[in-house]
């Protein structure tokens, strides 16, 4: 069964097409899951690039209704794409309980580092940062609160060649998941973004094979995910090259994940 679990909208103020437009090319494509995850607001602060506070309602009811239309056709699974801070705790925990998600979805692009200041992992300003980077991502596997981590290899798109700070960072991400359960998203957004040089050689800036190679290695859970911005990227050829690329690495990605939605079936 096909299934894509991290899906962006128009109200993410960087991506086209409404729920609507998504869900149609995801029967066209021939998906049996598809999981709604765009990029959460924060309830007091910007951290740019997401839905403003003010449209979470009008996203989370636009999908309950879809779910119902769509019944037939496709499982519709309504989340949110969204960092993990520690003192939004409770904001993670109403998002589940009172608003009803299936799962959150960890995108950690904003990270407290050891000082407790907010970075961002796009900024590196070495490889040293992946690993507070990693540390953020690990203490957010242990909430669970989070059933999947978008892109955890994200840290690795900085201008820098592997070291042992990025070994660092991803034997604790991949040890968490392994001790967690939590699912590690192999990301076809970075392969969409293409092949760029960096100081070690031309590569994608992520996913990056040495992380991979120590999932497989670990036997934690692995999905593909979409990362989809435009409706046409719901299942796409970035999508069977992401397979693909797991195959090589001896990874069979999950399609249906228990404990979703148990009112779905």
Not at 115 to 126: C, E
Not at 252 to 263: C, D, K, R
Request: charged share 25%; glycine share 10%.
């Amino acid at each position: 069964m096909k299934a894509n679990y991290h899906t962006h909208t128009l109200r993410c103020r960087h991506a086209q097409g409404t729920e609507r437009d998504y869900v149609e090319a995801a029967v066209k494509a021939g998906l049996g899951i598809l999981g709604f995850s765009d990029h959460a607001p924060f309830p007091d602060f910007d951290f740019g690039l997401r839905m403003p506070y003010d449209e979470l309602h009008p996203y989370l009811d636009a999908i309950d209704r879809l779910t119902g239309e769509f019944i037939s056709d496709i499982i519709l699974y309504k989340s949110l794409e969204i960092e993990y801070i520690p003192q939004y705790q409770s904001y993670y925990e109403g998002l589940l309980a009172q608003e009803g998600l299936d799962y959150l979805l960890m995108g950690e692009h904003f990270y407290p580092d050891r000082s407790g200041i907010i970075r961002n992992i796009y900024h590196a300003r070495s490889t040293a940062d992946a690993v507070d980077y990693a540390k953020a991502v690990v203490r957010g596997m242990e909430t669970g609160l989070f059933r999947m981590v978008a892109h955890p290899d994200l840290f690795t798109l900085g201008q820098f060649a592997w070291d042992g700070n990025w070994e660092e960072a991803s034997e604790r991400i991949v040890e968490a998941a392994a001790r967690t359960g939590v699912i590690l998203e192999l990301n076809a957004n970075g392969l969409r973004r293409g092949i760029h040089d960096y100081p070690d050689g031309p590569r994608l800036m992520y996913p990056h094979r040495r992380f991979w190679e120590k999932a497989a290695e670990a036997g934690v859970p692995v999905i593909i995910g979409s990362d989809c911005h435009e409706p046409a990227q719901v299942w796409d050829g970035c999508m069977s090259a992401a397979r693909e690329m797991l195959q090589t690495w001896g990874i069979t990605p999950l399609e249906m994940i228990e404990g979703l939605g148990s009112n779905k079936s």
